[in-house]
C-alpha cells in the first residue's frame, strides 16, 4: 500500500484538494493521510467540514499579525515531526501558498518525493503575485511528480528544463469540486435581495492590490451601480483587516451594495452561478466562473492563468478605476461581448482531474 501525505493549509488549497483526498479514499492501494496547517484557519476548517473530510494533523499555526516568515518557520518545523512519524512515500502539495512552499522544502531536506497539483502556472513576474511566483517556481524545481491542469503550464515546465515524464497534463480540480457544489435549486437572502437585478460578484484580496489599487478598485464599483438602476453587487468581504477597513470606507453606506463575510465554498460556487459577472483579483476563481458561462474582469495587471484570456472567458482589467468602470460598462451594454465571453471554452478541464491525479500517482510510485 502507497502511504501518501497530503498538506494544506488555506481555503482555495482545501477547495481544490479534497476531490483529490476523496478520489484516494475510493481506492484501496493508497493510505491517505492529511495535515492541514491552518494558515487559514475557519475558512479551512468550513471547507472540510462541506467535504465531510477530517485531518489526522493539525499544525494549527495561525496567529494574529503573522508574517510570511513565521508561517514559513511554523510550517517546516510542524511539518518535518509529521514526516519523522509518518514516513510518507509521496506528500502533495497544491498550488502557490506558503504552506505548499516550506512544506516541499521540508519534503526536499528530508528527500522525499514530492507530488505538485496545479504546477506550471506562471506570470514570469516574480513580484506578481507575491509570494506566489516565487513559491510555485520553487515547488517545480523540487517535485518529482507535476500535475499540470492545462497544456499551456505544461510547456511552461518544460521551457524551464523539466523533463516530461515527471509531468501529467490533469485538468484542474477545481472543475471536479463544482460538481458537488453547484445546485440549481440553491437560493439564500443576498441572492433573493438581487434577484431583480445583474449581479456583479466583487472579491479582493491581494497584498498588491491593498491601499490604494483596492480604493480604485471600489471606486469603480461605486460607481456602476450609481449608474446602472439594474445593477448591484456583492462583496464577500476577506477577513484581512485592511481589506475590510477600506471596503466600509468606500462601500459601506452604498445601498446597492453588501458587503457580507466570506462565504463556504457550496455558498460562493452558487453565487456565482448566480452572478451577472464576476470582478475578482483571485486565482481559483478564474477557473471557477467560466466552468458556468460567468465573464471574469480580473482586477490585476498579470494573471498565471493566461488559458482564460485566450479562451475570451477572462479579460485583465487592472487596478486604474477608469478602465474597471468601462470594462464593466462595455458588458453591461454590450451584449455582443457579453455573449463571447459567456459562451467560451472552458479551458481547465472535464471534472477528471482527481482520477487522473491517483492513477499517476499509482503509476509512478511502486
Not at 45 to 52: A, R, T
Not at 293 to 312: A, N
Not at 326 to 333: G, N, R, V, W
Not at 346 to 353: E, T
Request: with cysteine; proline share 5%; glycine share 6%.
Amino acid at each position: 500500500m502507497i502511504k501518501i501525505l497530503t498538506v494544506f493549509g488555506t481555503r482555495p488549497e482545501a477547495i481544490k484538494m479534497c476531490p483529490v483526498i476523496r478520489e484516494m479514499q475510493r481506492n484501496s492501494d493508497i493510505s491517505n493521510i492529511l495535515c492541514v496547517t491552518g494558515q487559514h484557519r475557519e475558512m479551512l476548517d468550513s471547507v472540510l467540514d462541506i467535504f465531510d473530510i477530517c485531518a489526522d494533523y493539525d499544525l494549527n499555526i495561525m496567529k494574529d499579525n503573522q508574517t510570511l516568515l513565521s508561517v514559513t518557520q511554523c510550517v517546516i518545523e510542524g511539518i518535518d515531526k509529521i514526516l519523522d512519524k509518518v514516513s510518507p512515500d509521496l506528500v502533495l502539495v497544491h498550488g502557490d501558498t506558503t504552506t505548499a512552499y516550506a512544506t516541499a522544502l521540508a519534503c526536499f531536506y528530508r528527500k522525499i518525493p514530492i507530488g505538485h497539483v496545479e504546477a506550471g502556472l506562471r506570470t514570469y513576474d516574480i513580484k506578481q503575485p507575491f509570494p506566489e511566483e516565487f513559491n510555485r517556481k520553487s515547488i517545480d524545481m523540487m517535485a518529482e511528480i507535476l500535475f499540470a491542469p492545462t497544456e499551456n503550464a505544461r510547456r511552461n515546465l518544460i521551457g524551464e528544463g523539466i523533463p516530461e515524464d515527471k509531468i501529467t497534463v490533469t485538468g484542474n480540480t477545481i472543475i471536479d469540486a463544482m460538481g458537488m457544489t453547484v445546485k440549481p435549486d440553491y437560493m439564500d437572502e443576498n441572492l433573493l435581495w438581487a434577484s431583480d437585478s445583474r449581479l456583479v460578484l466583487l472579491t479582493a484580496h491581494r497584498r498588491e492590490n491593498l491601499g490604494e489599487p483596492m480604493k480604485r478598485i471600489f471606486l469603480a464599483v461605486k460607481r456602476i451601480v450609481e449608474e446602472y438602476e439594474d445593477v448591484k453587487c456583492i462583496f464577500p468581504v476577506h477577513l484581512n483587516p485592511l481589506v475590510q477597513e477600506t471596503a466600509e470606507k468606500v462601500l459601506g453606506n452604498v445601498d446597492k451594495i453588501r458587503l457580507i463575510r466570506p462565504m463556504d465554498v457550496v455558498s460562493f460556487h452558487n453565487y456565482i452561478a448566480h452572478s451577472f459577472l464576476v470582478l475578482t483579483d483571485s486565482g481559483g476563481i478564474q477557473e471557477e466562473a467560466p466552468a458556468i458561462g460567468k465573464p471574469v474582469l480580473v482586477i490585476r495587471d498579470v494573471t498565471e492563468r493566461p488559458e482564460g484570456i485566450q479562451s475570451g472567458s477572462l479579460k485583465l482589467v487592472g487596478t486604474d478605476e477608469k478602465n474597471i468602470y468601462s470594462s464593466i460598462k462595455c458588458l453591461l451594454e454590450n451584449k455582443d461581448e457579453y455573449h463571447k465571453m459567456s459562451i467560451a471554452k472552458n479551458p481547465y478541464g472535464d471534472g477528471n482531474a482527481s482520477k487522473r491525479i491517483v492513477d499517476t500517482v499509482l503509476n509512478r510510485i511502486k
